[in-house]
């Protein structure tokens, strides 16, 4: 409905599907999704944190820190990613997300970004992705 400019409509049938099913990650996602593709950003955070609490996903969780992300919030970003690495902490992508975030501050922190890499490391030493992004930031560094 929503990519027939029914925005409304989509939100009802979004709200009928979440007393549905409302540990549902892909109905909480679809639901951010519609928000923040009509700049409605606040109405995606409140959907994101009930999501957290609902279905409590490492993906809720990653599009929660890349919706703060997004909006140049680095801090809060960071603040997310922490939390969701407590309750996932064998997201290797949540990892890279949060070593990213610190190479992309500017001035960038590629210490804080390497510390964290590392401590990714530590939880998941089979990331090949995360790896590169260890080694990204070492060659950044010299």
Not at 2 to 29: M, Q
Not at 60 to 84: N, P
Request: hydrophobic share 40%; charged share 25%.
């Amino acid at each position: 409905k929503w990519l027939r400019g029914d925005v409304a409509s989509a939100r009802r049938i979004l709200a009928e599907a979440f007393s549905h099913s409302k540990e549902s990650e892909a109905i909480h996602l679809a639901a951010v999704k519609l928000e923040s593709e009509n700049n409605e950003i606040q109405r995606s955070r409140l959907l994101l944190a009930r999501a957290r609490q609902q279905c409590n996903t490492p993906k809720v969780w990653m599009q929660s820190v890349q919706l703060e992300r997004e909006q140049g919030l680095f801090q809060q970003a960071l603040h997310l990613c922490e939390e969701g690495l407590k309750e996932h902490p064998a997201f290797a992508k949540m990892w890279m997300i949060g070593g990213q975030i610190h190479m992309e501050k500017s001035p960038p922190e590629l210490i804080e970004a390497t510390k964290f890499f590392e401590r990714g490391l530590q939880k998941c030493p089979r990331s090949v992705p995360l790896w590169l992004c260890a080694v990204e930031c070492e060659i950044r560094q010299s």
